[in-house]
């Protein structure tokens, strides 16, 4: 699938390489990052390139922390990331950065159990799971939960990801919030120190394919995935206490409550839009949502620029229409307005 | 000025004549070319050496053995052990050399000695050798649609059986060493099996006429002469396949399971050091760079360990069952 989203945007490229006259302006912007957004990502650059003469706009999937790295050794025009960028390695961007929330998604507990339909997951009993403290899909904890479910006397195959991503950085970081044990123990980052007998698979394609080929097996997966592959998916009890099933309603509730700091940041007036969502308060507010991130450099020739504002703005008004039916969550209004106005410092 | 001892041999009418100028020429430069092929491959093995280790010196210099023994992979507290990696990329190429090897050496045995048509055994033995061209990604997914599923219900019943036996331990859920491991098989087959038809097929028609002559079975002809005639061949099979087995990586990286445990049980997930440095190469920071960098070079080094053994053990053979070259 992204190969096959890879290969069109390329051809795509190419082909309007050759339609383009050679135009006084024949830009080609080249960016990586992030694989979770990618597939709403290339649809946005592809019909970018297309209303916009004599530019190419090409994006590589390669993960946050390649994208992260392309970006400090100035190999690329901009990157993306899940994880944001830390104040250590925003501080070896000499240009200076402008980092923009540009979309947002869930993450999702996808499980494979025969004949069960819905699975309700308490606060205390999923971290315990992916500490592997819960191993049985019969646990008394599980099943007062699921009243009337048919719970199978099956072990947990618990899935998570061999490679380092943001998805596991962002679903960490909320476990760590919820449980402090869970913190102590698996810990939170891009990789985590799960228990040795979990299964691990590359990126969020191969963990889907591991939990759908696997009976009584659990992991956490982005919803666009989960929603691709017609997964099921747990619903989760949020901070509030009530049971909430993943879904735009419940993800725009999520993101809701995101309080941008009023600071700027480190050496820059550029303002700090990183925020997490270890734990949003919201009723309806779905538990583990995140926004992700482009990152530009504060200073550029300024056609490039002009272009990147340009993209930025695209991304913002028609890329944000797209976002729902691609299993994204378009960003809250407020949020678009602060976009817009960091957006104008990429000079 | 370049000898030419063959210039005053030269007669006048002769047909044949002495090599000219441009005949040695060309004799010299393709010795010269041939030396520098030679070369070339030391060069380039050093070179990756050296690449391999001066990346990898910090992490050596921090590390030191203890990387070998430890079995810790945490990249946030910076420790980094390859044990688990190491046993599971032991283990399981292991497994595929005896399960690959047997069949290979049956293969071999089977298609040439006499057992097939010749048209037959030839159209079997392009059908093996396809298996080579098979896409490691290509059996990954095999592995996780098809073999897995296949496998459950035999690795449960077993586990169920005979749990009590270390091999048998725990259950299958999904990938593991054991799907891992037969997938392995089948991609060196094509290897072991190649190698091992030509090295029998070399063996002179008399020798086994000569073993029938002395009244010997077809069997005991098979197993006491033409096995131990064809020894070093098939052990050079072997070697590759099982040099094959350990740098094994996308399929691996797909079936094992990416654990870092060490377990006997052949359901359990376990890791390999190729795998490793699949899955975490991609988005690694320069301290984790480092460190996989130690365990590339571990790889390399078990990886030529094995060939320097498997040519040792060939000579052996050489000595004690062919006539000395």
Known sequence: ??????????????GLGAIAPASAQNLRLTGSGASFPFPLYSTWFK?????????????????SGAGIQDFINNTVDFAASDA????????????????LPMTAGEIVLSYNLEGVKELKLPREVYPDIFAGKIAKWNDPKIAAANPGVKLPDQ????????????????????????????????????????????????????????????????????YTYA??????????????GHYIAPSDESGKAALASAEFSSKSLPNSDAPDLRVWLFDPAGAQAYPIATFTWMLFYKEQDDAKAKVLRDLVEYGLTQGQAMAPKMGYIPLPDS?????KKAAALIQ | MVSRPFENLVQSGSVSGPPSGGDYALDRGFRYLAWASAALILALVAYIVIEIGSKALPAIAQYGLGFLTSSEWNVQTGQFGILPQIWGTLYSSLLALLLGGLFGIGIGIFLTQDFLPPRLAATFRTIIELLAAIPSVVFGLWGIYVLIPLLRPVANWLHEVAGGI????????GPGLAPAALVLAIMILPTVASISVDALRQIPYKVKEAAYGMGTTRWEAILKVMLPTASSGILAALVLGFGRALGETMALAMLI??????????????????????????EAGPVEIQALMYAALALLTITLIVNAVGLAVMKLATRKFEVER
């Open chain 1, 1 to 14: 699938m992204r190969k096959l989203l890879l290969t069109t945007t390329l051809f795509a490229a190419l």
């Open chain 1, 155 to 222: 072990n947990i195959t618990v899935v998570a990801r061999s490679d380092s991503s943001g998805t596991t950085y962002v679903f960490t970081g909320h476990l760590s919030e919820i449980n402090p044990a869970f913190k102590s123990s698996v810990g939170h980052g891009t990789t985590a120190q799960w228990p040795t007998h979990f299964v691990k698979a590359p990126k969020n394609d191969g963990v889907t394919a591991t939990i759908k080929q696997t009976p009584g097996a659990i992991g956490y997966i982005e």
């Open chain 2, 257 to 282: 399971g990416n654990s870092n445990q060490i377990s006997l049980s052949l359901f359990a997930p376990a890791n390999t050091l190729a795998a490793l440095l699949a899955s975490s190469f991609p």
């Open chain 1, 84 to 99: 944001a960028m830390s104040d250590e390695e925003i501080a070896k961007i000499k240009p200076g950065v402008v980092l």
């Open chain 1, 227 to 240: 929603v691709a592959t017609k997964q099921p998916m747990a619903i989760l009890q949020n901070k509030a």
């Open chain 1, 47 to 63: 019909d970018f390139s297309k209303q916009t003469q004599g530019v190419t706009v090409d994006y590589q999937a390669k993960g």
């Open chain 2, 166 to 173: 270390p091999f048998f331990s725990t259950s299958l859920s």
């Open chain 1, 335 to 339: 949020v678009v307005a602060q976009v």
